[in-house]
């Protein structure tokens, strides 16, 4: 089997390269920076600049399944340019990502998408399962929701489409937490606001186990890509904090104050989403970290 895996040099992306490798799936991939090309046969490289509809074709050639990670990082600042790249870097991809199927030989029969938790609206009570017809109405909810109905033009190629809405990835390596950890060894570390918030994290070795699950038994639809217990920013931070045996000392830091220095993306942190992880489970998917406290013991 070939997958082609867009966004293969990120977080998530190389994680999922090992993991194919590891189970004998050769991985095409398409990247923006040419220094990134590598070219064995199980890892071949291909160039595209999605900003001008340029694409290297032959990446589709002999590809059985896409895993579609591409996206510009949501946390730079949100300003109106950056924004506009957040959107154009998942709807453009896509786009050419379809032109390029539908118009070159391939055997693709499955696309998996990334999409993110941030589609549920901003909520301390609701626990949000796949079924929610409600979208937040914030600009990320408004991103997700145009990425993924972007993704469901591939159904009209005959071509099933699986979509991960995947929550607060925990890694040493880098995203959320890296970030959390970080004033609290310093000895700075507070929740943030009320600290009710929800924070539907995920291992980042589940999220990649999820994906190859969701490949392996070809299922259709959304999933949430989050771990069975989230927990609230305030239990987060004092988890961390207990694990690294560092106190907290400081207050909650106010929202006006982390509006004031992140400016609009200060809401990444102040949202609350509690999102359910049944239905990956109904299928059989295994988590490996459950809770959070087995999840800090590794990644501290
Ligand atoms: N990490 C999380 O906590 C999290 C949570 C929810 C959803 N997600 C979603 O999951 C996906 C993967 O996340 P990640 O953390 O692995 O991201 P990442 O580390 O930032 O990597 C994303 C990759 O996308 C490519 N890329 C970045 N900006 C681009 C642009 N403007 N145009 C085209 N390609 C661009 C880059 O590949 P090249 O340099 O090789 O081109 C990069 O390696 C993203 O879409 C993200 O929104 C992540």
Redesign the pocket.
């Known amino acids: 089997m070939r997958v082609l895996i867009?966004?293969?040099?990120?977080?998530?992306?190389?994680e999922i390269v090992k993991k194919c490798h590891n189970n004998g799936i050769a991985v095409n991939?398409?990247?923006?920076?040419k220094s990134?090309k590598e070219n064995t046969a199980s890892y071949q490289g291909f160039y595209?600049n999605?900003?001008k509809a340029e694409i290297d074709v032959n990446c589709v050639k002999d590809v059985d399944v896409i895993i579609h990670?591409?996206?510009?990082?949501?946390s730079k600042r949100w300003t109106e340019a950056n924004k506009q790249?957040m959107i154009?870097?998942?709807l453009?991809?896509t786009a050419l990502l379809h032109e390029t199927v539908k118009n070159n030989p391939n055997n693709i029969k499955q696309i998996i998408s990334?999409?993110?938790?941030?589609y549920y609206p901003d909520s301390l009570t609701n626990y949000y399962t796949e079924e929610e017809k409600q979208i937040s109405d914030s600009f990320l909810g408004k991103v997700v929701q145009e990425w993924e109905q972007a993704v469901d033009a591939f159904k009209t190629l005959n071509i099933t489409v699986s979509k991960i809405?995947?929550?607060?990835?925990f890694?040493k390596k880098?995203?959320?937490f890296p970030q959390l950890a970080k004033p609290i060894k310093l000895g700075v570390g507070a929740a943030m606001g009320s600290g009710e918030q929800w924070m539907s994290w995920i291992h980042l070795k589940d999220l990649t186990n999820i994906f190859l699950h969701v490949l392996e038994h070809k299922l259709e639809g959304v999933y949430n890509?989050v771990a069975p217990n989230p927990v609230t920013n305030q239990a987060v931070t004092k988890a961390i904090a207990r694990q690294l045996k560092m106190p907290l000392i400081l207050p909650n830091i106010p929202k006006f104050a982390m509006k004031f220095v992140l400016g609009e993306m200060h809401t990444l942190l102040f949202e609350s989403q509690r999102v359910c992880s049944k239905k990956i489970e109904k299928t059989g998917f295994e988590f490996e970290y459950v809770n959070l406290e087995l999840a800090l013991e590794e990644l501290v």
């Not at 867009?6 to 190389?14: D, K, V, Y």
């Not at 990670?69 to 949501?74: D, F, H, N, Q």
């Not at 809405?165 to 990835?169: E, K, M, S, T």
């Open positions: 867009t966004g293969a040099t990120g977080l998530i992306g190389t991939y398409l990247t923006t920076s990134k595209w999605p900003s990670l591409v996206g510009s990082s949501i790249v154009s870097s998942r453009e991809t990334a999409s993110a938790i941030g809405r995947i929550g607060i990835v890694s880098g995203g959320a890509g």
